[in-house]
């Protein structure tokens, strides 16, 4: 299967998709592209732009994104700062893309667990590589043709780059921040979504 990886991230995937992956990209892309890179599904990884119903029709939905969130929690952008914010649980998940953004049928997840002293930029890191190995997993063991299709839960939250906007201010450090400083953060202005 020709597969066309989208997002900054697609370098470390050429390992595991090998020959598989026949191009990349980081830029919007239309059908005509699709049709001049041959391409027959999608991989989403980082990816900021919406992926068009006319292109998931183009490819008979074989598109799945990889998204650094636990969802169904923290949709859209910044998904690993606003685990930290808001308290909500943190991992990695692997989901069919469909009209809404990161609201498709989920493929498969992975908890992240962190150490005390982590910031927002060494939590990022950590799920990077799960990510990664995600993909690799989703590669090995069902590639398009096998991989499952389970709703996602209930709830959850979405979040847009403006609201992200709104709390950089909380990044004294940028992403050198310590995690502990945005979650207390959260906590003193109710921003909690889970208490525990």
């Not at 998204?67 to 989901?95: D, M």
């Not at 063991?141 to 847009?160: D, L, V």
């Not at 609201?163 to 950089?168: I, P």
């Not at 109710?190 to 208490?195: C, I, R, S, V």
């Amino acid at each position: 299967m020709k597969i066309l990886v989208l997002g900054p991230n697609a370098p470390l995937l050429l390992p595991i998709l090998g020959a598989s992956m026949v191009a990349e990209s980081n830029e919007p892309i239309d059908v005509y592209e699709l049709d001049q890179i041959g391409c027959e599904a999608i991989i989403s990884f980082g990816y900021r732009y919406k992926i068009s119903d006319r292109i998931l029709e183009h490819i008979n939905g074989n598109a799945i994104n990889f998204h650094i969130s636990l969802l169904p929690w923290n949709r859209g952008s910044n998904p690993n700062f606003w685990s930290w914010i808001e308290n909500t649980p943190k991992g990695v998940s692997a989901h069919w893309v469909s009209s809404n953004i990161d609201y498709g049928d989920l493929v498969s997840q992975a908890e992240v667990g962190f150490e005390q002293d982590e910031t927002l930029r060494s939590s990022y890191d950590k799920l990077m590589k799960t990510a990664t190995s995600l993909v690799s997993d989703f590669w090995i063991n069902h590639g398009f043709e096998n991989a499952p299709r389970r709703p996602q839960p209930e709830g959850g939250s979405t979040h847009t780059q403006s609201q992200f906007n709104y709390y950089s201010h909380v990044l004294r450090l940028g992403n050198d921040t310590l995690c502990s400083e945005i979650t207390d953060f959260g906590k003193q202005n109710g921003l909690w979504l889970l208490k525990n």
